[in-house]
C-alpha cells in the first residue's frame, strides 16, 4: 500500500514512518489462529507469483537462515520454515526451530527497507517495549546481514490466539465476553500510549510536533497522486470539501505519545480460552511519535455500531461487533477517556480524518489497478467503494454518523 514520506510526498511508494497506512490498513479475513505479526493464512508455499515457489525462494534461503539460527540459538533436530500469507506489507516466515516457535519478518523481496517496510525500525519499538506494559511479542533476534535472507530481518516469539478478522471466536458469543473484547481492545491502547518514551529509548522516535496537520496533508498528496490516473474513470463527488474541512478543523494542540499507526481489531491478538484477554499487539510498521487520538479515530472507523449503515467496503468490514453485548463506539471512547486521562476532543475531526485515510488508500490500489500494476480483485471494486468512503467522511463531518 501506498503511503507518503515524513514529509508528505506523494509518489505512491510504500514509505512513512508517521503514523500513514499499510496494506493492512484495508484488509479482512476470518477469525485466524494468531502468529505474532498477523492472523494465519500459511501454505507452506508463499504467496507465490508462479506457483512453483519462486516467490518463497526469494523469501528465504533456507538454508543460510538455518545456519543463523543455529549460530544464535543453538542446533535442533526440528526445522521448518512457511510463508504466512494474510499480511501485504512487510513479510512474515513462520519458522519451527526445535520446542520453539518463531516469527520472522522481513522486507518485500526487492524493496528498499528505509521506511513502511524498515522491520528494524519495527524491531526497535518492539523490544523496547519489552518489561513495559504494552502487549507485544517477545523479540528474540535482529540482523542487517543480508547474506542470510538477502534484506535486514527479525526474529519474535510466534503468539498464539485468535485475531478476530471477519468473525468472532465461537468462544466469545455471549454478551459478557463480547464486552470484554472491546474493553481489552481500548485497555491495550491506553496502555501503548500511556508508554514512557524517555524511560525505554523512544524519545526520538519521531517528530510528534506537526503530527496531526501532516496527516491530513500526507492523504490529502496521496489523493492528488492517485486521481492523476482515476480521475479519467470517475470523479470523486465531495473529496474537495471533506479535505478542506480536515483542513480548517485540525487540531492545534493534542498531546504527544507513542503511537501505533495502525490500531485495530485485527491487528491484536486475543488468547485462547475465556475470558477475552488481548495478549499481543502486532503490525507496529507505522509506529512514532504522534497524537494519540489519531490511534483512537483509526479503531473506531473499523467498529461497527447496531444500527450503523451498509458499510462502505463490505468486502473487508467485519460487522460481528454490531450484535447484542459489544460496546457501542461511545462507549469505547468513554473507557478511552477513563483509563488514559484523554479526552476524545475534536472527535468528528479524528473519526473523518481516518475515513479519509482509508478512502485515500483505495483511491490509489484504484490507481494501480488502472495502470496495470495490480491483478488484486479487490483493487477494481474501489471504483465504487471509494467514493462511498468519501460520502461515510462527509457523514462524519455532517453529524450523520454519531459516535
Not at 497506512?21 to 507465490?48: H, K, L, P, Q
Amino acid at each position: 500500500m501506498g503511503n507518503a514520506d515524513e514529509h508528505g510526498s506523494a509518489n505512491g511508494s510504500e514509505n512513512g514512518n508517521d503514523g500513514g497506512g499499510t496494506e493492512g490498513a484495508v484488509s479482512g479475513g476470518g477469525s485466524d489462529e494468531a502468529t505474532g505479526s498477523e492472523g494465519i493464512g500459511d501454505d507452506g508455499g508463499g504467496n507465490d507469483e508462479t506457483g512453483d515457489g519462486t516467490y518463497f525462494a526469494r523469501l528465504v534461503d533456507r538454508e543460510a537462515l538455518a545456519s543463523y539460527l543455529e549460530a544464535e540459538l543453538g542446533s535442533v533436530d526440528d526445522y521448518d520454515v512457511r510463508h504466512h500469507q494474510e499480511g501485504h506489507s512487510n513479510e512474515t516466515l513462520f519458522v519451527t526451530w526445535g520446542a520453539r516457535e518463531l516469527v520472522v519478518r522481513r522486507p518485500p523481496p526487492g524493496e528498499i527497507a528505509d521506511t513502511a517496510h524498515d522491520v528494524l525500525r519495527e524491531y526497535r519499538v518492539i523490544d523496547a517495549l519489552q518489561g513495559t506494559d504494552a502487549r507485544i511479542p517477545k523479540t528474540v533476534l535482529a540482523s542487517e546481514d543480508e547474506d542470510v535472507m538477502g534484506s535486514d530481518f527479525y526474529v519474535m516469539e510466534r503468539v498464539e490466539g485468535d485475531v478476530p478478522r471477519e468473525a468472532e471466536p465461537d468462544r466469545f458469543a455471549i454478551a459478557e465476553y463480547r464486552q470484554q473484547v472491546g474493553e481489552e481492545l481500548v485497555d491495550a491502547l491506553c496502555e501503548i500510549h500511556a508508554v514512557d518514551v524517555e524511560a525505554v529509548g523512544l524519545d526520538e522516535f519521531g517528530y510528534p510536533d506537526g503530527y496531526t496537520e501532516r496527516q491530513v496533508e500526507r492523504w490529502g498528496k496521496q489523493y492528488a497522486w492517485a486521481m492523476e490516473v482515476t480521475i479519467d474513470e470517475r470523479p470523486l463527488p465531495g473529496l474537495d470539501a471533506v479535505g478542506e474541512w480536515l483542513d480548517a478543523n485540525c487540531p492545534a494542540e493534542y498531546p504527544h505519545t507513542l503511537v501505533h499507526g495502525d490500531y485495530k481489531l485485527d491487528n491484536v491478538i486475543y488468547a485462547p480460552g475465556v475470558p477475552p484477554k488481548l495478549v499481543s499487539v502486532f503490525d507496529w510498521e507505522l509506529s512514532t511519535l504522534g497524537d494519540p487520538r489519531a490511534d483512537v479515530g483509526w479503531m473506531l472507523s473499523y467498529w461497527r455500531d447496531s444500527g450503523d449503515p451498509d458499510p462502505a467496503i463490505p468486502e473487508l468490514t467485519a460487522t460481528f461487533m454490531e450484535r447484542a453485548g459489544y460496546p457501542t463506539r461511545g462507549e469505547l471512547v468513554d473507557r478511552y477517556e477513563q483509563r488514559s486521562g484523554t479526552d476524545f476532543e475534536h472527535q468528528r475531526f479524528y473519526r473523518a480524518l481516518a475515513v479519509y485515510k482509508l478512502g485515500a488508500l483505495g483511491e490509489m490500489f484504484f490507481r494501480r489497478y488502472l495502470e496495470g500494476n495490480s491483478d488484486d480483485p479487490m483493487y477494481p471494486l474501489m471504483d465504487e467503494r471509494v467514493p462511498a468512503l468519501v460520502d461515510r467522511a462527509r457523514g462524519i463531518i455532517e453529524g450523520e454518523e454519531p459516535l
